[in-house]
């Protein structure tokens, strides 16, 4: 590998004040890069109540242990695929401005709801907690009653539902202040996170204008900071690394239809299924009263546009050969495209009544009839392919950004006067 040590003169005398060099090295684009991919990845994360250990030097340990773990995983999960934090994001907000207009019905002057109560609930941050079987005696004396275990763990919209039919008789009775003193978000690593991406579309604006180049990987980490800044703005008042839940007692235990409308009220999840009490992190709130939640699904999309479209800056880029400038040509194109063509194909084959008037068959029946199983294969067979594809053009712009720091223009290595601003490199 051929290096290339640069050579600055220093100056005659004792100067008050030595600029910046006008030139970087690749470890100066590789190390601000990272450290702005690290942060926002890092920062951004808002991950729910964990699960409750027992208490002693074992269970602390255990509890520090699996909160490392599981923000680690979060993180390295929010490198590989950013647009679905976008999408969780969207969901929580669109959850939490439903059900604190819902909420505001049932609050008095002394425990307003607010955003940040419905974030709260929907991490796992309220726990409802049944008395004792025997002090409820003359409620589950009734064939109508059923009896649930002794602790609840609740989102905002079955919060809601349990306040409606009384299992509850009041919302649970806590300031917005005492919810903050829960949060555990660090305004100063949030500012320094938004300084570093201020900072990096400043240069790359100044770079532009004065013609001169980027690299690839600083175009990749420019659609890291766009994604995270949408989840920044949409978790805004989301409480952060809260670690212990709030009690509030029920007043009486649910009906079995009760109890059923509860569980149809809960979040699903994407990817694993729920396996426990505790909200995991991969769940999927109510955001209305309709029976469809695409909020998760649209906010994805809008993540995938939004980390897909700045790959189209390096469109005319300088790469190491032909085809791999072509192939970061095709990538932008899908990671920008794809998202959107599966949800256009879902609508139209799925949603859509068909001919015949039945939801959930395809529309081009009256075009195409007889056993609906080859059309599902051939349904199943593209969006799997455009899936791989999606993935496939994902990892190669992300490892394609790193092979292409060997071969970099020379302008490339050129500051400019955004080097004297301050940043982390």
């Not at 030595?18 to 926002?40: D, H």
């Not at 980390?307 to 990671?335: D, K």
């Not at 199943?380 to 970099?408: D, G, H, K, N």
């Amino acid at each position: 590998m051929q290096k290339f040590q640069p050579n600055c003169t220093l100056p005659s005398s004792s100067p008050h004040f030595v600029e910046v060099p006008n030139v970087r090295g690749t470890l100066n684009i590789v190390w601000g890069c990272i450290s702005i991919i690290l942060s926002c990845t890092w920062s951004m994360l808002h991950l729910n109540v964990p699960p409750q250990f027992h208490k002693g030097a074992h269970g602390y340990f255990w509890a520090k242990s699996y909160a490392f773990l599981q923000k680690t995983m979060w993180m390295l999960f929010a490198v590989l695929a950013p647009e679905i934090f976008v999408g969780k994001a969207l969901n929580e907000l669109l959850s939490a401005v439903y059900n604190k207009k819902e909420m505001q019905n049932y609050a008095v002057q002394s425990s307003d709801w607010t955003l940040t109560h419905s974030f709260f609930a929907n991490i796992g941050g309220f726990v409802l907690q049944f008395r004792a079987h025997e002090d409820q005696e003359s409620d589950t004396n009734s064939s109508n009653s059923r009896r649930p275990g002794n602790i609840w763990i609740l989102d905002a919209s079955q919060l809601l539902f349990a306040r409606e039919c009384g299992i509850i008789k009041a919302i649970p009775p806590i300031s917005v202040e005492a919810i903050d003193d829960k949060n555990k978000g660090d305004v100063v690593v949030k500012v320094l996170t938004l300084v570093q991406i201020v900072w990096l579309i400043m240069e790359l604006a100044i770079r532009g204008a004065l013609r001169l180049p980027v690299s690839q990987l600083e175009v990749v980490t420019l659609a890291f900071a766009i994604t995270s800044i949408l989840t920044y703005g949409m978790l805004w008042s989301k409480p952060k690394d809260a670690k212990f839940p709030i009690l509030q007692l029920a007043d009486r235990y649910p009906s079995s239809d009760e109890l059923q409308d509860i569980v149809g009220r809960g979040p699903t999840s994407f990817g694993l299924p729920r396996v426990d009490c505790w909200i995991p992190n991969n769940s999927i709130h109510v955001t209305s009263a309709e029976p469809y939640n695409y909020s998760f699904l649209l906010g994805t999309l809008l993540g995938a546009t939004a980390f897909g479209a700045p790959h189209f800056l390096g469109w005319n880029f300088v790469f190491p050969t032909r085809v791999e400038q072509i192939l970061w040509r095709v990538s932008a194109i899908v990671t920008t495209v794809a998202p959107w063509t599966l949800l256009i194909m879902d609508q139209l084959i799925y949603r859509f009544p068909s001919s015949s008037g039945s939801q959930g068959r395809f529309v081009v029946d009256a075009y195409w009839h007889g056993d609906s199983r080859p059309r599902r294969i051939i349904w199943y067979c593209t969006t799997y392919t455009l899936v791989v594809v999606y993935v496939l053009s994902r990892l190669f712009v992300i490892l394609e950004a790193f092979r292409c720091l060997y071969w970099l223009p020379e302008a490339i290595y050129k500051t400019t006067w955004s080097a004297n601003i301050f940043h982390i490199s």
